[in-house]
């Protein structure tokens, strides 16, 4: 299991389209942190598993005293107890220096990076609280975290008003030396027929796009091509990978509360989505009945051919758009029906190439491994950094919001 905790409630930017807009606060306290350790412990009671660790917020990096004493404190338990930690942050960069890139190389924490792409793009929505943009802070910490660690991942929103930059904004990013870009649509946002019109013409080129990069060996991840391809291969395994929530990843709040997932800490510890508090355990009972309403067959989605490869499971994404976990919004059954039947265009031209890096990276589950040693052959500094992390270009990153 993996726990994102929410370290702090504060932010140093005002991005617009944010579901947790920021609020003061002082943050999880150091013994609040030991407490959620020990609560790890006591879930994760198989001592061959490794405990994931997701710094979030808010901004984490205004914590960033509090990562180094969980660091510090998993360290103590490693060697007392033998229980190994991961770790993971993800963050908006302004405050991303030297000293935290150190120390993220130094402890193995992955660093995920919000970034909207392009100059227009980013800008657009991604603000100070004095309402300048961002992206001219933004870009050099950006470029400085692919120099020290190029597997990192990159996380783009994408908007009504920015979806005419995606393809430009892709490019930009892999242009860089991305490896991973993690899409995300703001399904909250007022989607107009001819905005996802403009959508869907975007992800045709991009679709292009990813196939010609395949056809020229390149190594990249583009989310949410990625995982839809792993679908239609999967098959009837495919709901394997649904949402499980509250499962496989809890959210604790900077008071210690537990919640299934991201978007639910702000509903607060009285509401019907708080699981518990770290210091008396998670209640399965709430658990299970916010698992099987997550996962009631809903009414829209009974006659679809493409229901099994739909994320119409996922109570997170349901919540942030309808405000229940029964309903999936129409924006996210039209993205899903267009991401699809590009995915599988994209798999059935590369299968039908048999595409080397498509078939390895889709079909040879030792591909991370030979990967990692073609770049280590190579003297490929990203090679170092995968080496170093422990992660490698075909690993599913945890994205945090």
């Not at 660091?71 to 993800?90: C, D």
């Not at 190029?150 to 930059?165: G, K, L, Q």
Request: hydrophobic share 35%; proline share 4%; net charge neutral.
């Amino acid at each position: 299991m993996h726990f994102t905790l929410h370290l702090t409630k504060a932010c140093n930017c005002r991005c617009s389209y944010c579901y947790a807009p920021p609020r003061a606060d002082e943050g999880m306290t150091e013994e609040t942190a030991r407490q959620v350790l020990e609560f790890t412990l006591r879930v994760n009671q198989d001592n061959s598993d490794s405990i994931g660790l997701v710094f979030f917020g808010g901004e984490p990096l205004l914590k960033r005293d509090l990562i180094r004493f969980i660091v510090a404190e998993t360290q103590r338990i490693y060697r007392e107890k033998k229980r190994h930690f991961h770790y993971k942050i993800t963050t908006n960069g302004l405050l991303l220096d030297e000293d935290f890139l150190e120390f993220s190389l130094r402890h193995n924490i992955l660093v995920g990076f919000s970034l909207d792409g392009i100059r227009q793009s980013h800008d657009r929505h991604r603000k100070l609280p004095d309402g300048r943009p961002t992206f001219d802070r933004a870009y050099p910490k950006f470029r400085r975290l692919l120099d020290a660690r190029p597997y990192s991942s990159v996380f783009a929103t994408v908007n009504p008003d920015t979806v005419e930059y995606l393809v430009d904004s892709v490019r930009f990013l892999i242009g860089e030396g991305c490896r991973y870009v993690i899409l995300s649509l703001n399904y909250e946002a007022a989607w107009t027929e001819e905005d996802l019109a403009e959508l869907e013409r975007q992800y045709g080129r991009l679709a292009e796009l990813y196939i010609e990069w395949s056809r020229e060996d390149r190594k990249f991840y583009i989310s949410p091509f990625e995982m839809k391809l792993a679908s239609h291969i999967a098959g009837e395994h495919a709901v394997k990978d649904h949402c499980e929530l509250g499962v496989r990843q809890v959210s604790i709040d900077p008071e210690g509360y537990i919640f299934p997932c991201v978007q639910f800490p702000a509903t607060g510890p009285q509401s019907r989505f708080c699981l518990g508090h770290v210091r008396t355990g998670i209640d399965e009972t709430v658990r299970q009945r916010l698992r099987d309403e997550s996962h009631a067959e809903k009414q829209v989605c009974r006659k679809c051919a493409l229901s099994r490869r739909c994320h119409n499971t996922c109570g997170c994404l349901n919540w942030q758009t309808t405000r229940t976990l029964t309903q999936v919004s129409p924006v996210h059954c039209r993205h899903e029906q267009m991401l699809i039947a590009l995915a599988d265009r994209i798999g059935a031209t590369l299968y039908a190439e048999r595409s080397p890096i498509f078939l390895h990276k889709h079909y040879n589950t030792a591909y991370p491994i030979l990967s990692l040693l073609e770049d280590q052959m190579r003297g490929s500094p990203a090679a170092e950094e995968s080496a170093t992390t422990g992660n490698s270009e075909n690993e599913r990153p945890i994205a945090g919001g």
